[in-house]
């Protein structure tokens, strides 16, 4: 495993991905026969940082068969780079894990996000900016 960017969100808590490649045996359909899968995965990590003397992984949101970096909390909105195939977007909060709200197309990899309120802006590949409302699109 191989930490991403730690992020502070103003609740109290600190935001974080950390990725693999794992393994494992499973059988195929209909056949006793053991075949080894492999795929990348990440999880998205939430610390409890309010209290200094008793810190907290309150939870870990794992996805499989991708790679993930945070890149911004806008809001209670994480946002995912998913290395060229997309932005994940996965809603946060104190008392609950992150959940999966939407997968959001780019055209490539991912140069910079800026959020301005409910907005965000996708600066990648060839084709310029991409905004996306998150109260709209949630």
């Known amino acids: 495993d191989y930490g991403g960017d730690f992020i502070y969100a ?8 950390s990725s693999s490649y794992e393994s494992r045996t499973d059988s195929l359909i209909n056949s006793p026969a053991l075949v080894s899968i492999s795929g990348p995965a990440f999880a998205l990590n939430a610390v409890d940082v309010r209290n200094a003397r008793d810190l907290k992984v309150t939870s870990s949101t794992k996805i499989q068969n991708a790679f ?4 911004k909390v806008v809001g209670n909105k994480a946002l995912i780079d998913l290395s060229g195939f997309g932005l994940a977007i996965f809603d946060i909060g104190d008392t609950r894990p992150p959940t999966f709200n939407k997968l959001v197309r780019t055209e490539g990899g991912i140069y910079d ?8 802006f ?5 084709y310029g900016v991409k905004v996306i409302d998150l109260k709209r699109d949630s």
């Open 10 to 17: 103003s609740t109290g808590f600190i935001y974080f991905t």
């Open 68 to 71: 993930g970096s945070l890149r």
């Open 113 to 120: 996000i800026q959020g301005r309120g409910d907005r965000v």
């Open 122 to 126: 996708i600066l990648s590949g060839p």
